[in-house]
């Protein structure tokens, strides 16, 4: 990858942009899911059942979209952006990605804790990665919570910024992200 | 977010970015916004934001107080009966056992779990007193429960949670809450209100029929002669793909024998079962009943027609006794949502719920100091 590649798009690339609009519906599915969940004694069972394998998902389609990400040229940050703007972009982005990959592991971790089956579908269940300890599961459960409330709270700020930049600004920023292609001007 | 003033420096001062002053779409600048246009913008992201959060505060019941979720149900049992460090917020006494499951085959054309194939699984259990008071004085018309475990040979579990009722009081959940509600005792004559008991009898009819089925039934002497039943149904799952609805019932082979209920002690239940434990293993015939189409499958208070199928799918021994501070049964949330493949919920509205309080019930618990237990280990040696 080359620093010119780097310089001819104004656009995130084709599969950067298809898992960003892919994670960004499944991210917020699971927070309204969880948050939901939670205060539900009808919908309790199949909120559950749906939040674990959606949640490993979202673990695995991180991982992909990191590798993925380290191996694209991303276009520059919009001339309108001083340095702080484009510190805070970075570092929120930062920050997403921090919450998108622990989170589900607080997920996973906190049942192995437990030592709750972790079921996704039918007999396809994950194996513990922490040790037996309701207290440790105590903790990852209150973490989870904790990392939802942030993770939303980053989302909200994130969704703030772009439609300032998209109503306001008026910088393109948010036809960096577009689904669909758009033309170098 | 920066201010707008830093936006217009940018602007104006960008030809010093690194790449920017060949690359950054700026050919075109937008006209610049009127005050008016500006604040209608400013306005809209400020109500599009509000309603993302509203939104998500509106699905965690924020703006539904009189919703009954499973932390207000908890609320409840705790108004009920004060919080006791470290143990369950019902059928807070309790012992633990370990046994084992043999299975005779008979239930595989039923379901495919494998806890229905023949063979041996190792079990972990749970004999409790109904009640969130974990001192409570053993008495033999108080709710007896059993929590099993099954652990299956390629890592699945079933859990299970039954009672010694052949039906449930409350068809609903709601009905469970408005029950410990109306029956919390005064402050003052430390009594439940009778007017208030006697409403929610008259209002829940089901109830009412429920209590004469429990009555007719004497409890037996003791936690080892005693039956123990699923109540919620079940969808059973065959390798063909064929469903079933059943309950299951935990039938004792130690012969029934009347509770007196005489001059007992604090513990008598429990002393019975460790010193019945300690003589011979015990055993129950697991069998299950077979639902017709048009039985009731959402409804624990009402029984299945006398004649349905039983099929007796397999022994359960349970050889040792052990205090909750020594076996990890005391940290299991016997959730009964917890099922192998080939068993799945009914559409009985008190397994989702009964899952949601447990979870709530078990987070609280678990992250709580253990306060001793009423049975202790030198109770169980003894
Ligand atoms: C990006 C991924 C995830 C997000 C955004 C997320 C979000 C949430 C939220 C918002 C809650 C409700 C928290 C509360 O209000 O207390 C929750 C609870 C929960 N989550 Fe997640 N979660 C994720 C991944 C996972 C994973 C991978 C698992 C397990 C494999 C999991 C298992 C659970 C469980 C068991 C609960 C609590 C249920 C209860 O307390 O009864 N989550 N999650
Ligand atoms: C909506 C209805 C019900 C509610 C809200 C409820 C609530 C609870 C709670 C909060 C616990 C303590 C859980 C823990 O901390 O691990 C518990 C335990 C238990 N429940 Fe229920 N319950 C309900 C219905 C039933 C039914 C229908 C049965 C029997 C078929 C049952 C049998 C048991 C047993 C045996 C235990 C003790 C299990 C153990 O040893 O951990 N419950 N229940």
Redesign the pocket.
């Known amino acids: 990858m080359s620093a010119r590649t780097t310089t001819d798009r104004q656009q995130f690339t084709g599969s950067m942009r298809f898992l960003h609009w892919l994670m960004a519906a499944m991210v917020l599915a699971m927070l309204g899911i969880g948050i939901a969940m939670v205060a539900s004694l009808g919908d309790y069972r199949r909120l559950v059942s749906i939040h674990r394998p959606l949640g490993i998902l979202i673990l695995i389609l991180v991982v992909i979209r990191f590798v993925n990400r380290r191996l694209s040229s991303l276009p520059p940050f919009p001339a309108t952006m001083s340095p702080q703007e484009r510190f805070a972009a970075r570092a929120s982005e930062a920050l997403l990605y921090t919450l998108l990959l622990v989170q589900p592991l607080v997920g996973w971790g906190m049942l192995s804790a437990a030592r709750y089956p972790i079921v996704l579908f039918g007999s396809l269940h994950l194996f513990p990665i922490l040790p037996h300890s309701v207290m440790l599961y105590a903790v990852l459960r209150r973490t989870h919570t904790f990392l939802a409330y942030l993770l939303f709270l980053a989302f909200v700020a994130h969704f703030g910024a772009i439609l300032f930049h998209a109503l306001i600004v008026r910088d393109g920023m948010l036809s960096r992200m577009a689904p669909w292609r758009v033309r170098a001007r | 977010m920066a201010p707008l003033g830093a936006n217009e420096d940018a602007k104006t001062t960008n030809g010093s970015g690194e790449l920017l002053s060949e690359t950054a779409p700026m050919e075109k600048h937008p006209a610049p916004l009127t005050a008016r246009n500006m604040f209608a913008r400013l306005a809209g992201i400020g109500v599009l934001l509000l309603g993302v959060v509203g939104a998500f505060l509106y699905l965690g019941g924020w703006f539904s107080p009189q919703k009954l979720t499973p932390a207000r149900?908890?609320d409840e049992?705790e108004r009920v009966s004060g919080i006791h460090s470290g143990f369950?917020?019902?059928?807070a006494k309790?012992v633990c056992v370990r046994g084992f499951f043999d299975s005779n085959g008979q239930g595989a054309r039923l379901s495919k779990a494998v806890a229905f194939q023949s063979g041996r699984v190792p079990v972990v259990g749970?004999f409790?007193l109904?009640g969130g008071d974990p001192h409570a004085t053993d008495d033999l018309s108080t709710v007896r429960?059993?929590?099993l475990q099954f652990s299956l040979p390629d890592g699945e579990q079933w859990r299970t949670?039954?009672?010694d009722l052949p039906v449930?009081p409350?068809k609903d959940?709601q009905a469970?809450?408005d029950n410990l509600v109306a029956s919390q005792r005064d402050p003052n004559t430390h009594q439940p209100d009778p007017a208030k008991g006697a409403a929610f009898l008259a209002s829940h009819p089901e109830t009412a029929r429920a209590l004469a089925i429990i009555k007719s039934h004497a409890p037996s002497s003791g936690f080892d002669n005693t039956a123990y039943?699923?109540?919620?149904a079940f969808r059973f799952v065959n390798a063909e793909g064929a469903s079933t609805y059943v309950r299951w019932t935990l039938a004792p082979v130690q012969p029934y024998e009347a509770g007196t209920g005489a001059s007992q002690d604090k513990n008598f239940l429990f002393d019975g079962l460790i010193a019945s434990i300690q003589q011979h293993p015990l055993q129950w015939h697991l069998i299950m009943t077979v639902a017709q189409p048009g039985d009731p499958t959402d409804n624990?208070t009402i029984q299945w027609p006398e004649g349905r199928e039983q099929v007796d799918v397999g022994t359960l021994t349970l050889d040792s006794v052990e205090s909750e501070e020594t076996n990890p049964?005391r940290d299991?949330?016997?959730d009964?949502l917890v099922l192998p493949a080939g068993m799945a919920p009914s559409n009985d509205p008190?397994l989702s719920?009964?899952s949601a309080?447990?979870s709530?019930?078990?987070t609280r618990?678990a992250g709580e100091t253990k306060e001793p237990s009423e049975i202790t280990p030198s109770e169980v040696r003894k």
């Open positions: 149900f908890v049992f369950r917020r019902n059928h309790g749970r409790s109904g429960g059993l929590g949670a039954m009672i449930f409350f959940p469970f809450y039943y699923s109540l919620n624990a049964a299991i949330n016997f009964p008190l719920a009964r309080v447990y709530q019930s078990f618990r």
